[in-house]
């Protein structure tokens, strides 16, 4: 998290679980308290996770279930231009 700079960055996609490393929620934990704007998706296969089902509670503007296809990442592209548009 040192080198993050979101200024690089316009989509940080974290994916939930991370063996033996730091998971999606606890980094979004950690960039939220730096950069509370920060447009960031959570990954994960965990459907029925709490974390997907709340996921705004955890600081992400959306979710991008696994496996996923060229069509569900556009759409959070799209999304993350509509939420630019407005700003």
């Known amino acids: ?3 993050f700079q979101p200024e690089k960055y316009d989509i940080l996609i974290l994916d939930m679980t991370i063996k033996c490393g730091m998971g999606g929620v606890e980094t979004m934990e950690k960039i939220r308290e730096m950069y509370p704007d920060v447009y960031a998706v959570v990954t994960t296969g965990y459907v029925n996770s709490d ?3 709340n996921y705004k509670v955890y600081g992400f503007k959306n979710t991008l279930i696994k ?3 060229i069509e569900k990442f556009n759409k959070i ?5 509509e939420r630019n548009k407005k700003a």
């Open 77 to 81: 592209i799209r999304d993350f231009s």
């Open 51 to 53: 974390i997907v089902t």
């Open 1 to 3: 998290l040192d080198v």
């Open 67 to 69: 496996p996923f296809n």
